[in-house]
């Protein structure tokens, strides 16, 4: 039975919840809430080869990253609050400082440092080894109170009913070598965008439901990958440096598509834009900006 929305969770208890309620993803990819104390969540995610970018390195695709940093810094904020209200990301900014290593899990410290009456704060570290040698760095802001939905007292996890993260094989496609890319079904489309089809394993707020933000960040890291490849016609895939992204509406049970255009182009950096929607171009769903670094090329000056 739900508890009254004005009736306040005990901390102990809003722990143990957020271990159970949470979002499809964060439950089938494997992330772990280990530790926890009143605005601050201790978060673990094993490796699987779903979670792949490049087969060629093992390197992960970043927008695991994504997603487990988004999730990790959803439960610092709830984890602040009482355990009553929706959370929904507005802004998440992340910092790539190195890639993970492959085969070692990645943990995640959050802390939810700020909180007002309808914005939470949040700054975030990914790392394997120490947390003083990070793979990752974010920084987000939260809207709280953003629907009337509350996953901690509504909802409980039919766990033999969740899907799963699988890969299949496609030499032929553009993600061939992705196998986080062909996990999520994005494809290339005629016209040059991107397709994500909605499906149960990208879900984050089940009672909507609505797309994992992160799901929607891994989308547009992908989409402004591809672009960038392939509107400057390099051979090796850029590597992310920095991106931003704004959630700007709910991404609903609806497929969504992406594009991406180049702002700034130097030598050794490029600067993107990229945009999602869903049923109309001119309502977009997130828009993300972010940098690249291209490969050297011999005798060429770093910016």
């Known amino acids: 039975m739900s508890k009254p929305a004005d009736t306040k969770v005990p901390f102990d208890e809003l722990a143990e919840a957020l271990k159970s309620r949470r979002s499809i993803y964060g439950h089938i990819s494997g992330l772990r809430l280990d530790r926890a104390e009143p605005g601050e969540s ?3 995610l094993p490796y699987r080869p779903v979670f792949v970018g490049d087969t060629g390195t093992g390197v992960l695709h970043g927008g695991v990253v994504t997603a487990m940093l988004d999730e990790s810094c959803g439960m610092a904020v709830q984890l602040a609050l009482d355990g009553t209200r929706a959370i929904a990301t507005l802004d998440l900014r ?3 400082q190195k890639p993970a290593t ?3 899990e990645i943990k995640a410290h959050s802390v939810c440092y700020r909180v007002t009456r309808s914005i939470a704060f949040v700054r975030s570290t990914a790392y394997q080894e120490s947390e003083d040698d990070p793979v990752a760095t974010a920084t987000a802001c939260f809207m709280i109170g953003a629907n009337r939905t509350n996953m901690l007292a509504d909802h409980t996890t039919d766990h033999a ?7 299949p094989e496609d030499p ?5 070598n992705s196998p986080f890319a062909r996990c999520l079904g994005i494809r290339l489309c005629d016209d040059g965008t991107l397709t994500m089809p909605f499906s149960a394993k990208i879900i984050g707020n089940p009672i909507l439901p609505a797309i994992h933000g992160g799901m929607t960040g891994a989308f547009l890291e992908t989409t402004a990958i591809v672009g960038v490849t392939r509107e400057l016609g390099v051979a090796a895939l850029p590597k ?3 991106l931003t992204i704004n959630y700007l509406r709910s991404g609903r049970a609806l497929d969504s598509h992406a594009n991406v255009s180049i702002v700034k182009q130097g030598r050794r950096i490029v600067a993107f834009e990229a945009r999602a929607w869903q049923d ?4 977009p769903i997130a828009s993300a900006f972010g ?3 291209l490969r050297p090329t011999p005798g060429a000056d770093e910016e």
């Not at 032929?172 to 061939?176: H, T």
Request: no cysteine.
């Open 161 to 167: 009913a969740l899907p799963t993260l699988d890969a």
């Open 280 to 283: 109309d171009p001119d309502k």
């Open 94 to 96: 992340i910092d790539y």
């Open 172 to 176: 032929a496609s553009l993600f061939a």
């Open 291 to 293: 940098h690249f670094m």
């Open 240 to 242: 992310p440096i920095g």
């Open 102 to 104: 492959p085969g070692l």
């Open 42 to 44: 201790w978060s673990s």
